[in-house]
């Protein structure tokens, strides 16, 4: 299983029909993705016009593409002052991969997360050191480490602290699938709440965890499971439609 499946999976499986991509670079994932209606959004969009055409030959509904060129605080900023009420069914983060943006774009996430919907994060299971390297931009991790392997930065930090705020509230299913360098998925509880999520912020005590802590003890530190896991929680659950 991969991004494109996991996220295709929960789609089907929620009839989900709003998707939002937070990091889509150039659409491989986002353009793929089946979704009446989809929202891209990244400073710095390398989907170019051709294979804007391609997919709309392919899926007539890729015509309803939104495509935004703003950064995740800008978008999330603009929602909540224009849409305050819009909600996305099926989010997907894969944005800057630092452990401090990817937990601000998760607590966004959630305010604008459909209470029935679920949220994927990429890269959340780094296998080594140097692939969960901190750094300011996948550019930065390539001048640090080489160009031979990919990047996941410190995205991982990010998870762990949200599991750890999860341990009071009880009011989220978190997990990670052992694919793609770590999916993280996470659904709301039916005591979701989303106004008690606004006051966390990140912690320079996760900024500072070591790769070591993750290295350990992954199936404590992310919740890391095996992929089919996301079919029995979905059949054990019974999801309803969103």
């Avoid at 789609?11 to 709003?18: E, T």
């Avoid at 774009?105 to 994927?120: E, R």
Wanted: some cysteine.
């Amino acid at each position: 299983m991969n991004r494109q499946k996991a996220i295709q999976l929960l789609i089907d499986r929620l009839h989900a029909r709003h998707y939002l991509e937070i990091g889509v670079f150039d659409g491989r994932c986002f353009m793929e993705i089946r979704a009446p209606y989809k929202v891209a959004v990244d400073p710095d969009m390398k989907i170019t016009f051709r294979y804007k055409l391609h997919a709309i030959r392919k899926r007539v509904e890729n015509l309803r593409n939104q495509y935004k060129h703003l950064t995740s605080d800008a978008y999330f900023a603009s929602l909540q002052s224009s849409s305050p009420g819009r909600l996305f069914d099926v989010i997907f983060i894969d944005g800057l991969h630092t452990y401090s943006q990817t937990f601000i774009d998760i607590i966004h996430a959630l305010q604008f997360l459909n209470p029935k919907g679920a949220i994927v994060l990429h890269d959340i299971n780094p296998d080594t050191e140097a692939l969960a390297l901190p750094a300011s931009s996948r550019s930065a991790a390539m001048q640090a480490v080489g160009k031979s392997g990919g990047w996941c930065g410190d995205s991982w930090k990010a998870f762990h602290h949200l599991i750890a705020c999860n341990r009071s509230l009880n009011q989220l299913d978190l997990f990670t699938l052992n694919c793609d360098f770590g999916l993280g998925v996470i659904f709301p509880k039916e005591e979701f709440n989303r106004n008690d999520w606004k006051g966390f912020s990140p912690e320079s005590h996760y900024e500072n965890l070591p790769y070591e802590v993750l290295d350990r003890n992954r199936a404590d530190v992310i919740k890391l499971v095996e992929p089919d896991f996301i079919n029995q929680y979905l059949n054990s659950k019974q999801l309803k439609s969103v």
